[in-house]
């Protein structure tokens, strides 16, 4: 039996993650879970999965057990269950860079932590390398790529991500006019709100581009994007005598979760299968340079490296924060993202709290340039 903890446990990847468990019974169990923002959900995930603990974000509330669960409050605890040795994989799925010390403890523990978190592999990835534990991409993409990769990673040429283009792909209406929830609606996966607008944007791709870069050792040059708005085909890795072999699943994000929590075996867990004879096309189109200026912006992050990386996420996800609380419209993403980075000069991010810091800077920076330009 595979002792997992599940931390992020009621953001979509989170609930996937304890539904992909629920398919294995004796196989995967739910050990612990966390979660901040939907209180009620986790307890009431703790009636569903009764896992071992149970971790609330902040100060301790003086309850300390639902009925067999034992409660566990703030950051720290976060640490402390992803360590114990009774965990055997940590899904880490807290959005934004509240995971970030608890993903590196687990790995330094040894620990097998299937990341779904973007913010920790663009922002850390420089220090992810090296660690006893071993990372698994849950991300559809990496997880392509990294299935791949896994059995075969003599003779790679290069590697291709596939990207939806999201919702205005082929759109010719006023991006300034578009409203959040416009924006919001996805036309292939439901997801949390940042990852929602970054996917329409096309920043979200880019990140994945950052990622890429720090999870499979490819130059930066090898890492290419395709524009697939079926979704079916995640991934693509070249090799040298010509031969492209690519991953395929229906668009859920379940498969890449059972394929890390069951990691090195393949295991059915019971959802529809592909059916290759009623796929009717898959189309493919290159990301021309000026179609997403935020997937630009990240393209050339990448080239920078360094402390643009952490500046870049902060920059995006505060000025998503912005459009989404109606502040900017949406066509002023990248323009903020871009006036921000183009002050930036590279600072040490060697350790978490530099990051950290960098982070909380730059959001300030977003503000005020918004402050100074837009109103
Ligand atoms: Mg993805």
């Not at 309850?63 to 965990?87: D, H, M, Q, V, W």
Request: proline share 3%.
């Amino acid at each position: 039996m595979k002792n997992v903890v599940v931390l992020g446990s009621t953001g979509s990847i989170g609930k996937a993650a304890l539904d992909v468990i629920s398919r294995h019974p004796g196989k995967l169990s739910v050990y612990g879970i966390a979660g901040s923002r939907h209180k009620n959900l986790l307890i009431k995930q703790v009636m569903k999965y009764r896992p071992r603990f149970v971790v609330f974000s902040g100060e301790n509330t003086g309850k300390n057990r639902i009925e067999k669960t034992e409660c566990l409050y703030g950051e720290e605890s976060l640490e402390f269950l992803a360590t114990l040795p009774e965990t055997d994989i940590v899904v880490m799925a807290i959005s934004g860079l509240a995971g970030l010390r608890c993903t590196l403890k687990s790995l330094e523990q040894g620990k097998t932590v299937a990341l779904a978190t973007k913010e920790i592999v663009v922002c850390a990835g420089h220090l992810l390398s090296g660690k006893k534990g071993k990372i698994l991409p849950v991300d559809s993409e990496h997880n392509a790529i990294f299935q791949i990769l896994d059995r075969e990673n003599s003779g790679v040429s290069d590697i291709t991500l596939t990207a939806s283009g999201g919702p205005f792909l082929n759109y010719k209406g006023d991006l300034g006019k578009v409203s959040a929830k416009q924006v919001l609606s996805h036309p292939v996966w439901k997801m949390g709100k940042r990852i929602s607008v970054d996917s329409a944007t096309m920043m979200n791709k880019g990140l994945e581009l950052i990622e890429a870069f720090y999870l499979f050792g490819v130059s930066k040059e090898n890492i290419n994007v395709v524009l697939h708005p079926q979704a079916v085909v995640h991934g693509f890795v070249r090799f040298c005598d010509g031969f492209v072999k690519a991953v395929l699943s229906i668009p859920d994000m379940r498969y890449s979760i059972n394929y890390c929590l069951n990691y090195p075996e393949r295991t059915d867990c019971g959802m529809s299968e592909l059916d290759i004879s009623r796929i009717k096309d898959l189309s493919f189109y290159s990301v021309k340079s000026g179609m997403f200026p935020c997937f630009d912006l990240a393209k050339e992050a990448l080239k920078k490296g360094g402390s643009y990386l952490t500046a870049l996420n902060a920059a995006d996800d505060e000025a998503v924060r912005m459009f989404l609380e109606g502040s900017i419209s949406f066509d002023r993403i990248p323009v903020l993202v871009e006036k921000v980075l183009g002050k930036h000069r590279e600072v040490c991010v060697d350790t978490p709290d530099d990051i950290l810091a960098l982070d909380c800077q730059i959001r300030e920076q977003v503000r005020a340039t918004a402050d100074l330009f837009f109103r």
